[in-house]
Each structure stands twice: as C-alpha cells, then as structure tokens.
C-alpha cells in the first residue's frame, strides 16, 4: 500500500486553505430572504424570457420551472451550500454556457486550485492516459512533477473520476464537458459551483507512491 500524505508538503503562495475560507463564508451567510429573491428571479428568467426552455426541455429531459418551484419550497431546509450547488444544478442542466448562475461574494473571484493541472490523451487504440502537465514551482516535491502519469485519483481509476466531473459541467457537446470536467479535476471556479467536498485529494502517479495535496482558495 502506498504512503498516506494527510497533509501537502508545501502549499501555493498567495492563498488559504478551504477550511479557512469556509469559515469565512460562514461568518457572512446569505440571508434567507436573499434567497428567495434568487430562486423568483432565476424563475422568471427561465419562464418568461429563456427562448431556448422548449429545446432544453425536450434535449435534456429536464423541466427547469419546476425544479425553481420546488427548490422554493425546500429553502429554508437547505444549508447555504446545498442552497447554491441546488441553483447551480437547475442552470447547469440546461447545457448553456450563455445561462448559468453565478454565486455571489464571497465565492465571486475566487478559484479552489491543487496546484498543478492534468491534460488527457489517447492511444491509438483509444487507450486514455492523464498526465500532470503543468505543476506550481511551489509544490514540486519528490518524483511529483509535470510528466508524471496519473492512474488513481482520491482511490478511483482517474477515467471514471473524469467521467464524474464530466457530468457535473454544463457544457452543450461532449468535448466541451469532458474538457471541463478534466480540468475540474485540480481548479473550480467558486463563481459558478460551490467549493468541493473534498479536504484533501490523493492522487498516485506513475511509477512513484501517491502524493497528496488539498485544496487551496485564491483569487
């Protein structure tokens, strides 16, 4: 079994981790009348002036309306998070990078990043292979460094933690979803999702033992 890392090495210059920055957030949560103010007009938005619902809803199966309606119902239940990634999921399910919901500050402006980014190809016998192409100076550490080949991520063969990613972007065509959905992997913009579930990721390179790090906010 490979080492177990609890705790990156080095961490990003200029940043915090997310624990800090969550606490943060909760320090300011939105007021619940705010919320409603959102959900009403992410409504009307969608069925009074979206042109495209008749499409979406017979591409996608989902009824967007509806949905609004119900999340009306459930706010006051809803953390603040489960509020956001709710109405985040209503707009992301239309596949329209035009019409997306935006969270409001503190999340605006700031991106939850690991520090270095993984690029995908394939064989020619459409093998996929997911190697680190890009690492921060500040976190090169050991046999961790931009070329290495990924297989595992957080435990999972890194395809399927890409197919996961995948089906959480909003993306029209599958290339923009897969795009999307890989480079979520190691950065995710606040502005358009709620931070990640995870604490701290754990990634095993080829040929070297897992490596660690977690996540970190910065804008």
Request: hydrophobic share 40%.
């Amino acid at each position: 079994m490979s080492p177990r890392v609890t705790a990156p090495a080095r961490t990003l210059p200029d940043s915090i981790g997310l624990d800090a920055f969550m606490a943060r957030v909760a320090a300011d949560p939105l007021p619940l009348a705010d919320r409603y103010r959102l959900v009403t007009a992410a409504r009307v938005l969608v069925e009074e002036l979206y042109v495209h619902l008749p499409l979406k809803r017979a591409r996608y199966a989902t009824d967007p309306v509806q949905r609004l309606r119900l999340l009306e119902r459930r706010v006051p239940a809803l953390s603040e998070l489960q509020f956001h990634a709710e109405l985040a999921g209503v707009f992301r399910d239309l596949r329209d990078l035009h019409t997306v919901y935006q969270l409001p500050a503190p999340y605006r402006g700031q991106v939850a990043v690991l520090g270095f980014l993984v690029e995908r190809y394939q064989d020619e016998d459409g093998t996929p292979h997911h190697l680190v192409s890009r690492i921060d100076e500040s976190l090169r550490h050991g046999d961790f460094d931009a070329g290495v080949e990924l297989e595992l991520w957080n435990g999972v063969p890194v395809e399927r933690a890409v197919e996961r990613g995948t089906a959480a972007q909003a993306g029209c065509s599958p290339d923009a979803r897969l795009a999307r959905g890989l480079e979520s992997l190691t950065l995710r913009p606040l502005r358009t999702a709620p931070p990640p579930d995870e604490r701290c990721c754990s990634s095993s390179p080829t040929p070297t033992p897992s490596s660690g790090t977690s996540p970190r906010a910065g804008a």
